[in-house]
């Protein structure tokens, strides 16, 4: 009697553990990913030192690896030889500029964020093909993408605290200067072909 009792007992209480346990999650994302709905911190990403400098690690971070990832997506997905040189040109420049944002943000303790949230644009590329793809990819890395990443940095460079930094992102200027002049020569090519 006792037994059956405490059988009992111990089956509805595990019931009741489980059945007040959130669900697991279905969305699969890949490791240092936020999941949809899931908070920075839910995620394990820690809090970030405040500040100019500090933001624009963050953004610059951000903006570099949506790039990046999306111009990889490009060198794999379009057929068009000049989205795949504007690509070419994207990877090795954005590969660049990690380096050395990653190299000097350690020095600051400022860490660039390895987690990234999920970005619907990119997703969205993932699922595209042909000139669908052409056009999703210089919709989410062209004129609008690099006009964002020249006013960051431009920011930066007017009024970034740390002298380094400051370096940084004046130096870097010229280069996305030239990404903003050959988006908008790509963009052009791609509203004549279509």
Known sequence: MVSGVLVAFCASAFMAAHAQAPPASSVRVAPGVVRPGETAD???ITRRPQGTDAEFVDKAGIIGKTELQASQLALDRSSNPEVKAYARRMVDDQA???AELRRLGAQKGLPVQ???QVDPALTALRTMSGEAFDK????LAGSNAQEAA????EAEARNGGDPQLRAF??????TLKAHLSAARALERS???AH
Do not use: F, K, N, Q
């Open 42 to 44: 839910e995620a394990g």
């Open 96 to 98: 660049r500029m990690a």
């Open 114 to 116: 390895t987690r990234m």
């Open 136 to 139: 999703g990819y210089v919709a």
């Open 150 to 153: 020249l006013r960051l940095y």
């Open 169 to 174: 992102a004046a130096d870097t200027l010229p």
């Open 190 to 192: 791609i509203a004549a």
